[in-house]
């Protein structure tokens, strides 16, 4: 059986660890993290700064992982970026040592554990679903974002629309002495997003 060993930038090997303490930095791209651009843009380089704590075959990870992605508002339409940063924490060990032990010891410790056969760590799927965590699940331009008319599709960040004018002017005549700031036209994000 011929053995496929990992590749990549996200991918450690063993041997270049040192005992103790090793700091180092890894730059990689979305073919790397195997991302699909048509669910996750990114808009430069995925970069992974890590503390690593060798002690023997035990292997302690932790780092940040910090990518710029291109994001479209949900409100307006607009393309914007954000920037992600995720901690990413793993620690890794000898597959035999997994294997000697009983299996519900192995399921109740296998979160956060990878395991290693001497010569490599494979962070790709830790750094993949760190960043995945990350992306919001609402993507606004800006908290205050008013998005588009429903009725002509201007843009209410760059001001009231017409129609907009005219459907407070009526509110008011009918209301008069209610606070006109205070209340909510149709067509207004719901008060409580972003
Ligand atoms: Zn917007
Ligand atoms: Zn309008």
Known sequence: M???????????????LEQGENRLERVG??????????????????????????AGDHIDVQGTVTATVDLA???????????????????AERREIRDRRPLEEVREDDLGIVYHDGRFVDLTDD???????????????RDDCRGLC?????????GPCRCGEREVDSRWSLKSGSDPGGSRREGDPPANLG
Do not use: M, S
């Open 2 to 16: 011929r053995v496929v060993e990992p590749t990549g930038p996200f991918v450690l090997r063993v041997h270049e």
């Open 73 to 91: 508002c949900d409100r307006c339409l607009t393309p914007f970026q954000r920037v992600l940063e995720a901690d990413v924490r793993v620690f």
């Open 150 to 158: 429903p009725r002509c599709g201007a843009d209410l960040k760059e």
């Open 127 to 141: 750094v993949r679903q760190v960043l995945l965590v990350e992306l919001p699940w609402q993507t606004v331009c």
């Open 29 to 54: 791209n979305g073919v790397d993290l195997a991302l699909d651009a048509a669910f996750i843009r990114l808009a430069g380089l995925v970069v992974l700064r890590l503390v690593i704590y060798r």
